[in-house]
């Protein structure tokens, strides 16, 4: 199942700089994790933001759901979640 994810994130900006740098940096491994194994398909930047929006590929809403829960930034996350289907005009075979 495909996922259309928009997730911006907030960080207070009292928060402790080493304690958001620790959070950061085990975002980024798992997302890479998660891109190795496909679930994290793409992530784009939304300019000027800190902010991005990203597809997913699980296997069901649940799989997601906790996915999405397991991030470390989730606290500081507000995300907008997309259902998606191949549209019947689309040229390509494949998901890209």
């Given amino acids: 199942m495909l996922f259309m994810v928009e997730m911006d994130v907030s960080i207070p900006l009292d928060f402790n700089v080493e304690e958001a740098s620790r959070i950061k940096a085990a975002e980024k491994a798992y997302f890479q994790e998660l891109q190795a194994a496909g679930t994290w398909r793409h992530i784009w930047r939304k300019v ?46 494949d998901d890209r």
């Fill in 48 to 93: 000027g933001l800190y902010s991005n929006i990203s597809i997913f590929d699980v296997e069901s809403n649940t799989a997601l759901h906790d996915m999405l829960m397991a991030l470390p930034l989730y606290p500081f996350m507000t995300m907008k979640v997309t259902p998606l289907c191949r549209h019947p005009s689309s040229m390509h075979e």
